[in-house]
């Protein structure tokens, strides 16, 4: 599976983005998708995560209330929607796949098979 991420840029503090994630070479219907993101010089951390059928989501505390993840079977592609952005939010964003069916979507970078090559979000103050 290749995954491809768009919808990065510069925002101000407050303002919204829409990530996409589109996937080719193999259908990700079936599989649990994620988001993780890297600021500079820290660690990747989770996102949020979804379901094979959108039917859970988890999100990271920081992010809770404020993120939306969302996936389109039928166009293979996952979504990141992003209101109310904070400097802190700053960071490569990255999605990711894990290559297997399974009812739950794990929050842990390391069971996820497939990842992009990542857009990167900047939020002024």
């Known amino acids: 599976v290749q995954l491809a991420e768009s919808g990065g840029g510069l925002v101000h503090t407050g303002g919204s983005l829409r990530l996409s994630c589109v996937a080719s070479?193999?259908?990700?219907?079936?599989?649990?998708m994620a988001w993780f993101r890297q600021a500079p010089q820290k660690e990747r951390e989770f996102v949020a995560t979804?379901?094979?059928?959108?039917?859970?989501?988890d999100y990271a505390d920081s992010v809770k209330g404020r993120f939306t993840i969302s996936r389109d079977n039928a166009k293979e592609t996952i979504y990141l929607q992003m209101n109310s952005l904070k400097p802190e939010d700053t960071a490569d964003y990255y999605c990711?796949?894990?290559?297997?069916?399974?009812?739950?979507?794990?929050?842990?970078?390391?069971?996820?098979?497939?990842w992009g090559q990542g857009t990167q979000v900047t939020v002024s103050s």
């Open positions: 990711a796949a894990e290559h297997t069916w399974r009812s739950e979507a794990s929050t842990n970078q390391y069971v996820y098979d497939s």
């Open positions: 070479g193999h259908t990700i219907s079936d599989y649990p």
């Open positions: 979804i379901t094979w059928n959108s039917g859970r989501t």
